[in-house]
């Protein structure tokens, strides 16, 4: 993992959250700490899959 990647991530979340905030616009993101888990639990899931190595090509699957 890169860390300045990681960094510069975080930065720009933060920007994104005062210009938000500073404008009064509702985020695009659940502003509860459930939903936030979801989001947390999609990309983990998503990490798991990729790291057991499963994948299923949806395309090929369909005759694509």
């Known amino acids: 993992m890169n860390l300045q990647l990681v960094v510069l ?3 720009t979340g933060l920007l994104t ?3 938000f ?4 616009v509702p985020i695009p993101a659940p502003p509860e700490l459930p939903g936030l888990m979801g989001i947390v639990g ?3 899931g998503y990490k798991l899959v990729q790291h ?3 994948s299923v090509d949806v395309f090929e699957s369909v005759g694509f």
């Open 52 to 54: 057991l190595g499963v």
């Open 17 to 19: 959250g005062a210009f």
């Open 42 to 44: 999609i990309y983990l």
């Open 9 to 11: 991530g975080l930065l």
């Open 21 to 24: 905030a500073v404008f009064d």
